[in-house]
């Protein structure tokens, strides 16, 4: 019974998120909106419910499960993915550059705004 509801609450969640994706016609998916929402709760919360925990860790075991669409993907449209390959790996070491750069500067901040209440 708490794997039932740990999946109903991680699905009631995604649900919200469809629900302000669309209601409000925000350009954000409705599943991260979900992860928000699911985020919020619980930060008010406080901790992770047992049953959420039990969903969560048995979705964590058959992660790599997913990627098996995303390599079948790769090999059906391989030559679309030649086609633009050099635009491709430039657009990825760009984007990955700048998350970098920006994780980097944001975790400085916190950790000079960290330093400070600490000094205190």
Same mark, same amino acid.
């Given at each position: 019974m708490p794997l039932i509801m740990g999946m109903s609450v991680l699905l009631g969640c995604q649900f919200l998120g469809e629900l302000l994706s669309r209601g409000l016609a925000i350009p954000v998916p409705g599943p991260v909106l979900g992860m928000v929402v699911l985020l919020v709760v619980l930060l008010i919360l406080g901790r992770v419910p047992d049953s959420l925990r039990l969903a969560g860790e048995g979705l964590l075991r058959y992660l790599t499960l997913l990627f098996v669409p995303a390599g079948v993907g790769l090999m059906v449209h391989f030559e679309l993915i030649k086609a633009d390959f050099w635009v491709l790996g430039i657009t990825l070491v760009l984007?990955?550059?700048?998350?970098?750069?920006?994780? /980097? +500067?944001?975790?400085?901040?916190?950790?000079?705004?960290?330093?400070?209440?600490? /000094? +205190?």
């Open positions: 984007s990955t550059a700048v998350t970098l750069a920006v994780t /980097g +500067k944001v975790l400085d901040r916190l950790a000079k705004r960290y330093a400070k209440g600490v /000094g +205190k």
